[in-house]
């Protein structure tokens, strides 16, 4: 299966590479640079949303499907796009974001008549007692319910109010999102980054249990309604066409996980859960708790070995910088550099298809940002507000936006060292983040020693190893800095066992490798994210090695 030993990479177009000169990035500037995503040894782009949209959410909220942002460009650069990465080898999938569209889509403007036959498009409800339809709340720390002057009822938006979700218990939705499917593949995608889709089906809209976090989710996560959708998409269109899909799984558990991703269910071909990025942290992303590398072992372990398929990722344009949250990067910056090609050794030798978004094969960092105005997240300004009204003190306020918001992983790519980085001649639409001097592409790609030819470097060893792409995943040890795994696969011709063991080092001490587990290390390593040749079974700070036993 091609979408199985191909390595993936998410580009947020916005921030990716300015072609105009409008501060904005957009499809051209991507065509531009095709030629540095297949160096990396890329098979697979996923786009974040280029529709047309008029970016309440940055492109998550669409008003049509069907046509290009012109901000991103045509539909005729759009194309192109699709022939260049063709020609590189390079399959382009689309995020489809469907449980929710913009209020300007002519669906929800017609919609707001309550005659119109597209009424039943969304959900729309009178008020009760002059209070809101039930009590739950958002995905943005707001309400989740807005009410529209026009039609005198209010309708549900389970994020912003500019996104008003659809109504799935109407079979014509399911037909328009057909119809979007095959525009799509007919065009040349190879398949679909599916936005918040285990979410799409409201089975109820009773109240919600009282919590803190988005209340009244039990009504609307993971529900039959969602994987009957989720089989149909992929029996009436899907299955036709030489595609996958990776949906995005909201607070999903692995038994609901496995009932939407077992390739005998024909539902999605894998997906994005989100335990692992969460183990630092308290209510889902916001809160930080202290780091511990046994229990970043315990949940991969569970995900590794629970799931037919996953797919990996430590980054995306949600999260913050994987070198800043389990790297070195804030902690002790000495070891910037090391911690992120260890994490890279990490990412690649995982079971699964592997995603890196843009930046990430730079070590580029959270932001630098010093307060709220200079942020465009609107969750960042959400959780703001909401915590302004639970008193909380403006510096802990801070603190938690800066290690939670989404902008961390959106400031421009930083592409070389002229002014705005090389990715725009203007002042972007989001900072550029002041370390680009330090950190751009183009010092590394000249540099052998630099993360960006550890990943390149890493991608290779992956590319050459069914046992990493396809074996076993087995955890041998961890403590609250080290972690020791192996990878193991039958070869099916010698009945031979391929084995790899990795140890990976969070921290900025050395570690010794437990005594019992030394024997596992006599291989040759194959790379170390220290550059270190031979290993005497004492780890560097942040350092990580990969060694073969067979
Ligand atoms: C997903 C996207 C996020 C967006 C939200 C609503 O979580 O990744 O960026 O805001 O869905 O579409
Ligand atoms: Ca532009």
Same mark, same amino acid.
């Not at 990716?16 to 957009?26: A, E, H, L, P, Y």
């Not at 590189?88 to 889509?105: A, C, F, K, P």
């Not at 009178?126 to 339809?133: A, I, Q, T, V």
């Given at each position: 299966?091609?979408?199985?030993?191909?390595?993936?990479?998410?580009?947020?177009?916005? %921030?990716?590479?300015?072609?105009?000169?409008?501060?904005?990035? !957009?499809?051209?500037?991507?065509?531009?640079?095709?030629?540095?995503?297949?160096?990396?040894?890329?098979?697979?782009?996923?786009?974040?949303?280029?529709?047309?949209?008029?970016?309440?959410?940055?492109?998550?909220?669409? %008003? !049509?499907?069907?046509?290009?942002?012109?901000?991103?460009?045509?539909?005729?650069?759009?194309?192109?796009?699709?022939?260049?990465?063709?020609?590189?080898?390079?399959?382009?999938?689309?995020?489809?974001?469907?449980?929710?569209?913009?209020?300007?889509?002519?669906? $929800?403007?017609?919609?707001?008549?309550?005659?119109?036959?597209?009424?039943?498009?969304?959900?729309?409800?009178?008020?009760?007692?002059?209070?809101?339809?039930?009590?739950?709340?958002?995905?943005?720390?707001?309400?989740?319910?807005?009410?529209?002057?026009?039609?005198?009822?209010?309708?549900?938006?389970?994020?912003?109010?500019?996104?008003?979700?659809?109504?799935?218990?109407?079979?014509?939705?399911?037909?328009?999102?057909?119809?979007?499917?095959?525009?799509?593949?007919?065009?040349?995608?190879?398949?679909?980054?599916?936005?918040?889709?285990? +979410?799409?089906?409201?089975? %109820?809209?009773?109240?919600?249990?009282?919590?803190?976090?988005?209340?009244?989710?039990?009504?609307?996560?993971?529900?039959?309604?969602?994987?009957?959708?989720?089989?149909?998409?992929?029996?009436?269109?899907?299955?036709?066409?030489?595609?996958?899909?990776?949906?995005?799984?909201?607070?999903?558990?692995?038994?609901?996980?496995?009932?939407?991703?077992?390739?005998?269910?024909?539902?999605?071909?894998?997906?994005?859960? $989100?335990?692992?990025?969460?183990?630092?942290?308290? +209510?889902?992303?916001?809160?930080?708790?202290?780091?511990?590398?046994?229990?970043?072992?315990?949940?991969?372990?569970?995900?590794?070995?629970?799931?037919?398929?996953?797919?990996?990722? $430590?980054?995306?344009?949600?999260?913050?910088?994987?070198?800043?949250?389990?790297?070195?990067?804030?902690?002790?910056?000495?070891?910037?550099?090391?911690?992120?090609?260890?994490?890279?050794?990490?990412?690649?030798?995982?079971?699964?298809?592997?995603?890196?978004?843009?930046?990430?094969?730079?070590?580029?960092?959270?932001?630098?940002?010093?307060?709220?105005?200079?942020?465009?997240?609107?969750?960042?300004?959400?959780?703001?507000?909401?915590?302004?009204?639970?008193?909380?003190?403006? $510096?802990?306020?801070?603190?938690? +936006?800066?290690?939670?918001?989404?902008?961390?992983?959106?400031?421009?790519?930083?592409?070389?060292?002229?002014?705005?980085?090389?990715?725009?001649?203007?002042?972007?639409?989001?900072?550029?983040?002041?370390?680009?001097?330090?950190?751009?592409?183009?010092?590394?790609?000249?540099?052998?020693?630099?993360?960006?030819?550890?990943?390149?470097?890493?991608?290779?060893?992956?590319?050459?190893?069914?046992?990493?792409?396809?074996?076993?995943?087995?955890?041998?040890?961890? !403590?609250?800095?080290?972690?020791?795994?192996?990878?193991?696969?039958?070869?099916?011709?010698?009945?031979?066992?391929?084995?790899?063991?990795?140890?990976?080092?969070?921290?900025?001490?050395?570690?010794?490798?437990?005594?019992?587990?030394?024997?596992?290390?006599?291989?040759?390593?194959?790379?170390?994210?220290?550059?270190?040749?031979?290993?005497?079974?004492?780890?560097?700070?942040?350092?990580?090695?990969?060694?073969?036993?067979?």
């Amino acid at each position: 299966m091609w979408w199985k030993n191909r390595i993936a990479y998410q580009i947020y177009p916005r %921030s990716f590479q300015d072609s105009n000169g409008d501060g904005i990035g !957009d499809i051209p500037g991507i065509i531009s640079r095709l030629d540095e995503i297949k160096e990396l040894g890329v098979g697979i782009i996923w786009l974040s949303p280029v529709y047309k949209s008029p970016d309440a959410d940055n492109g998550y909220d669409i %008003s !049509d499907y069907c046509d290009i942002n012109s901000k991103f460009g045509t539909m005729a650069d759009m194309e192109k796009l699709f022939a260049e990465a063709a020609k590189r080898g390079i399959r382009i999938i689309m995020d489809l974001v469907i449980n929710h569209t913009s209020d300007e889509h002519e669906w $929800f403007q017609k919609s707001r008549d309550p005659a119109s036959p597209y009424r039943d498009y969304y959900i729309w409800r009178p008020g009760k007692n002059g209070k809101l339809p039930n009590n739950w709340t958002g995905f943005f720390m707001d309400k989740a319910w807005e009410y529209d002057e026009k039609s005198g009822e209010y309708y549900l938006r389970l994020f912003d109010k500019k996104q008003p979700d659809l109504n799935y218990k109407n079979p014509k939705v399911i037909e328009e999102v057909k119809k979007i499917l095959t525009f799509w593949l007919e065009k040349g995608a190879s398949g679909f980054r599916c936005d918040v889709i285990n +979410i799409i089906y409201k089975t %109820s809209l009773e109240d919600g249990k009282k919590s803190l976090s988005v209340q009244g989710i039990e009504h609307y996560k993971s529900q039959e309604g969602n994987h009957k959708i989720l089989r149909e998409l992929r029996r009436d269109v899907l299955d036709k066409y030489d595609c996958f899909t990776v949906g995005e799984t909201v607070f999903v558990d692995l038994k609901e996980a496995k009932l939407l991703s077992d390739e005998s269910r024909k539902e999605l071909n894998m997906l994005f859960y $989100f335990d692992h990025l969460e183990v630092d942290r308290r +209510i889902a992303q916001f809160i930080p708790k202290k780091f511990r590398a046994r229990k970043l072992l315990e949940v991969i372990t569970k995900w590794q070995q629970g799931l037919e398929w996953n797919a990996i990722y $430590f980054e995306n344009h949600d999260q913050p910088r994987i070198v800043s949250h389990f790297g070195a990067a804030e902690k002790d910056s000495k070891y910037w550099k090391r911690s992120a090609k260890m994490l890279a050794l990490f990412e690649l030798t995982l079971r699964g298809t592997p995603f890196i978004y843009q930046g990430q094969e730079i070590g580029m960092t959270n932001f630098d940002f010093e307060n709220l105005n200079e942020l465009n997240d609107a969750m960042s300004h959400g959780l703001d507000k909401l915590m302004k009204k639970l008193c909380i003190p403006g $510096f802990l306020r801070w603190n938690w +936006i800066k290690a939670s918001s989404r902008d961390n992983a959106r400031t421009p790519m930083q592409w070389d060292e002229s002014e705005y980085a090389g990715f725009s001649k203007a002042k972007p639409w989001l900072g550029v983040n002041g370390n680009y001097k330090k950190i751009n592409y183009a010092s590394q790609k000249k540099d052998p020693d630099s993360i960006l030819n550890f990943y390149k470097a890493m991608a290779a060893v992956r590319k050459n190893s069914d046992c990493l792409i396809y074996g076993e995943f087995i955890p041998i040890y961890a !403590d609250n800095r080290l972690i020791i795994y192996q990878r193991r696969l039958k070869n099916k011709e010698s009945q031979k066992d391929e084995t790899y063991t990795i140890a990976l080092n969070f921290s900025s001490r050395i570690v010794k490798i437990p005594g019992k587990f030394l024997s596992l290390f006599s291989g040759i390593p194959v790379i170390s994210a220290s550059g270190q040749k031979e290993f005497n079974g004492s780890l560097l700070p942040w350092d990580g090695v990969l060694v073969s036993n067979t």
